[in-house]
Each structure stands twice: as C-alpha cells, then as structure tokens.
C-alpha cells in the first residue's frame, strides 16, 4: 500500500503556503471559521500528511493505514485543504466549505468528508478516540500508528487528562499526540484565562513521552514523528511551539483572530504576504 | 411463583457467551464490573476487557476508537454515568458518527434502592432518546435482557440498553421472538392497554389480573424499544381499546408514557394515563418501599386504567 511520498523541506515549505492560501480564501468565502487556529497548525499536518503518515486517497479505509484526528476540531479548513491537494475529493469542494449540503461541515464530520477519521468539534474528546484505535491495533497485532492533534485550550476539559492517564496505564505506544502550542484560546491568551504550565510536566507526570519543538520547524517535526515511532511502552506527546494565525502578518499571535473570517479586502492583503 | 433474576445478572452470562461466538466484542467498565456483571466478562477474556477506571467520559469514546476499528464495543456503568456523565460524549461522538457502540447501563430507577437518589437515574430514557441514531432499549426481565444484547450485537449502530439492579421476576419465556423496534403484546383485553417497560410490565401484568377481577379486560404490551416507537402496534392498541396506561421506572418527563403520547397525539388521540415519577428525585429505601412512594405498584396502575377508562368518549 502507498506510503507517503517524501519531500524535502522547500517543497514542504512551498505546500504550506498553498494550504495557507486555501485557508484564506476558504474563510473569506465562508465568512466565518477559524483562521488563526488553522493557520497555526499547517507545518505540523503538511509534514504528518505529506511524509510520514502511511495511508492512500484513493482507499480512505484502507484497515491498515495510520490514523489521524483533528482532536481541535475547529482547525478542520487547514485538513481540509490537505486533504484535497491530495486528492481525497475534489479542490472545487474547497470553495464550500460551511455551506448548506456541502461534505466539507463547519467541524469535521466523518458522515460526510473521505479522509475523516471521527467527527469532532466538541473539545476533549479526540484523545480518547485515539487511545480506543490504539487498542483496536494492539488487538489485531497491526502496526499503524495514531496521531491526534490537541489545541492548548482543549487540554483544559478534564477528559483529555483521563485519556492520558488510560493511554499510559496501557502503554498505548502506537498514539502520538500533538500539542499545537499556540498560546491562545478563545477569550485570549491561555496564561490568563487558564494557566496550564507547565505542560510538559504534566505530561510527563501521566507517564508520556515528552518532546518540545518549534512547530514551524520542519526538521524538528519530522525528526519528532521519527523519534516518536522508536518509544515503546509508553505514549508520546509532541509539545509544538506555535504562532496563531502565523503567516499573515496582522493574524498572527491576535487573539480576535479565533473565530473571526477576513473580509475580502483583508483576504486580499493576506493572501499577497502568502504570494 | 415466577423466577426473580436481576437483568444485570443475565447481560452479564449473555456477554460471557458472545464473548466465545465473537472475537470481536470488547467491553469497557468504569471500575464497576463487579456491580454491572462485566467482571465477568473480564475474566474470561482479559484482552478484550478494558477497566477505564473512574472516568466515564474517556470510557465512552475509546470505545468510539475501538468502534471505529470494527470492534463492537459493549460500554457498562450504573446508567446515571453512563447516560448523564457522558451524555455529550454520547450525542457528539458516538451517534453524530453513527458509531457501533453499544451503551449498557445498570442500576437505573429507584429499584437501585439503598443507594439513593444520587445513584437513581430515573432520566436516562429521556436523555438517550432524544439523540438521534440512538435506539433505547428497556428489557422486562433477564430472559429478554439476554435476547436484547444478542439482537444489539446484529444491529449496526448506537444503542442504550437500560438494565436494573434489583431481581425482577421472569415473566417472558425463551422461545418467543423477540425483535428490536418490535412490541410484544403479552395479553389481549378490550377495555384499556397498558404500555410499560422494564421492571413495571410485570406490575402491569399484576393490574391486569386485577382488573380482571372487577371485570376490567386489560391489553399489557411490553414496550421493550423506546425508540424506534412501534408505532403500528400502538395505533393497532389504541384503536381496540381507546383508553391507555403508560408505565415506566423514569420521569414523566421525556420517557416512555412521553414517547408513547407524542406518538398517539398524532396519528389517534386517546385518554392517556401515566404511572412514572412526578418531578422528584428517588431517595434511599428497599425498592419495595419506594415503588410504594412513587406510585409504581400494581394497583397504582389499575387505579390509573380505572381512570383512563372513565375519560374514554361516550
């Protein structure tokens, strides 16, 4: 079965910027959605999607792929764009993302857009699902590998730390989580409105494998996927350090950038800084 | 005297023996496996039974992961957790996604007893049959509660099966059908039905008696599937008798005696009467005692039938 292709890290840099500009104008089109939350987890999915993770377009159920959820499910227009540069539906469905009757919903739905693994949206619970596939291939002796994305406001909800104590108490080795570290939640910034740190403590508390990166690095993440897949006996957590709304100047690290479309003139002066 | 089994009891013999035909079941617990019968499970197939500890939330969507892999997870806890703690768990992730997960609870109603009403969920039939996909499911004694989780395990999809703590008499026999969605008329009279699920279709069967003897001919149909609501067979009841009594272990509010006149309301109004719990908590007590309080004994159905019968049009 198709293992993902390789590319160097120009040419992923080059994908990001693609997907950053479908982010936009997704959004501007859409009129509302999640630019900053999307825009700072594309180095993490391009690299996980484009050179590591083993699974095929053309067979989304393929029993033996790798898995990944988008536990911040609100992040969903970043997978989308991913998912159709490689082929999982047509680019055109890009243009209806949030409209009524489109497969591309407002948080991923797995009813509707090949690629989902499980519907979200409702923070907390993607860890969980994750821990449950690990299982599942710890059952039929499979070796594919889940990766489940979390926003730092998300690992607020209690469930989350449940999940990661279960992952740990079964030596879920096959689940790597990912941190998109971005700073901010809705209401502002994390360290004001919900003091987590320190988060890799925590983590490492639950008996998870820590690592801390630049989540815009992509040395750094691919070298952390690589690492991640050697861990045995234990969970691994990728803490990636990054910035909301990074590659538009005048998003990035605003926290009124959560939920918030651009307009189509500030579409526009995206777009030229993503040129 | 008819057998007392609690139907905890038989959904766990019913796992133990899914556990050999089916190597994909799973069962997840919430450090409750001893109280829900799972343990048993758990013996006899360590792998595929996962004690989550006490956090139901997690339980119930690794059992969402584990569903989404082909596994046919069976989720067990006391049903104010599974049902209440877990409830957005539930809707988002398990019947928004159409998940093949089946929810068994125990320890529903104030037959909990002891306990209180802290651990009396007498809101778990609203609450689950409000989401859609979901199908509810409510067996009258451990001989239809093993029938129920066989049938969960052929239907693809969510359920909610509601099982009790308290031994209830065996009233259903092995050899009739059983079908998910399907009721079961027990017995046929022409004067009023009685509708009930779960531990009150023996007590209404009880008030049939009863009102047999006052001269009163009563139907009881055991309402095992909440939801999808056998519509036909209750217009076909109603129809007969124009006049009914609801009777369930769960607040009047969005359960069974709901179900049942938003369905009739519709299609063919008639009296209806409902036996449940009025806007109150359960409390602490012998299940005895408290059918007592609540209204949930025999005659409070036969008086319920009386006054159904009196508001029929002339």
């Not at chain 1, 003091?195 to 008996?207: A, L, Q, V, Y």
């Amino acid at each position: 079965m198709k293992i993902a292709q390789r590319l160097d890290n120009k040419s992923l840099a080059e994908r990001s910027k693609v997907i950053r500009r479908h982010i936009i104008r997704m959004l501007a089109r859409a009129g509302s959605g999640h630019p900053g939350s999307s825009l700072s987890t594309v180095e993490l999915l391009v690299a996980l999607y484009y050179n590591k993770l083993r699974h095929n377009p053309q067979l989304p159920a393929w029993p033996d792929r790798d898995r990944f959820i988008l536990s911040k499910g609100h992040a969903c227009p970043a997978l989308y764009a991913i998912l159709a540069e490689l082929d999982y539906f047509p680019l055109e469905k890009l243009d209806t993302l949030r409209q009524f009757g489109s497969i591309l919903q407002g948080h991923p739905c797995m009813k509707t857009t090949p690629g989902i693994e499980i519907s979200g949206g409702s923070l907390g619970q993607g860890l969980s699902v994750g821990l449950g596939i690990a299982l599942a291939a710890k059952l039929d002796k499979k070796n594919y590998r889940t990766y489940v994305m979390l926003g730092d406001g998300e690992i607020e909800e209690g469930q989350i730390w449940e999940a990661a104590m279960a992952a740990s108490h079964y030596k879920a080795d096959s689940l790597c989580a990912i941190l998109d570290q971005n700073g901010l939640q809705i209401d502002g910034f994390i360290h004001e409105i919900m003091s987590s740190h320190p988060i890799p403590d925590k983590w490492r508390g639950f008996g998870w494998h820590v690592m801390e990166i630049d989540g815009h690095d992509f040395k750094a993440i691919l070298n952390a996927y690589d690492e991640a897949e050697k861990v045995k006996g234990r969970p691994t957590i990728i803490v990636a350090k990054t910035v909301k709304g990074k590659g538009v100047s005048f998003m990035e690290n605003q926290v009124d950038w959560h939920g918030k479309a651009p307009s189509k003139e500030e579409a526009e002066r995206a777009l030229a800084e993503l040129k | 005297m008819a057998e007392m089994i609690a139907t905890r009891q038989a959904y766990g013999e019913a796992l133990l023996e899914l556990g050999e035909k089916n190597k994909n079941i799973v069962v997840l617990d919430a450090d409750l496996s001893k109280s829900t019968t799972t343990a048993k499970f758990g013996k006899k197939y360590p792998d595929r039974f996962f004690n989550m500890g006490v956090a139901e939330a997690n339980m119930v969507n690794t059992a969402a992961g584990l569903a989404t892999c082909g596994k046919i997870p069976f989720v067990s806890s006391f049903s104010i957790f599974a049902t209440g703690r877990t409830w957005e768990q539930v809707r988002n992730t398990i019947c928004y996604s159409g998940l093949n997960v089946k929810i068994v609870a125990t320890h529903s109603g104030v037959s909990v007893g002891p306990d209180g009403a802290s651990h009396q969920c007498i809101e778990d039939i609203s609450l689950m049959r409000t989401i859609p996909n979901m199908t509810v499911i409510e067996p009258c004694d451990a001989v239809e509660t093993k029938k129920s989780i066989l049938a969960a395990v052929d239907y693809k999809g969510p359920i909610y099966i509601r099982l009790g703590r308290a031994a209830v008499p065996v009233i259903t026999n092995k050899a009739a059908p059983y079908t998910i969605g399907k009721a079961d008329i027990l017995r046929m009279g022409e004067d009023v039905a009685i509708v009930a699920c779960g531990a009150l279709v023996a007590n209404s069967l009880m008030a049939a008696d009863t009102l047999l003897k006052e001269g009163i001919k009563a139907t009881v149909v055991n309402m095992h599937t909440i939801k999808p609501l056998d519509q036909e067979t209750l217009v076909k009841v109603a129809m007969q008798v124009n006049a009914m009594v609801t009777a369930e272990q769960h607040v009047l509010d969005g359960g069974l005696g709901s179900a049942v006149a938003t369905s009739l309301a519709r299609v063919y109004p008639i009296p209806i009467e409902m036996i449940g719990i009025d806007n109150r908590f359960g409390q602490s007590g012998e299940p005895d005692t408290l059918f007592k309080e609540y209204h949930l004994m025999p005659e409070d159905i036969a008086l319920a039938a009386k006054k159904a019968i009196t508001r029929k049009k002339k």
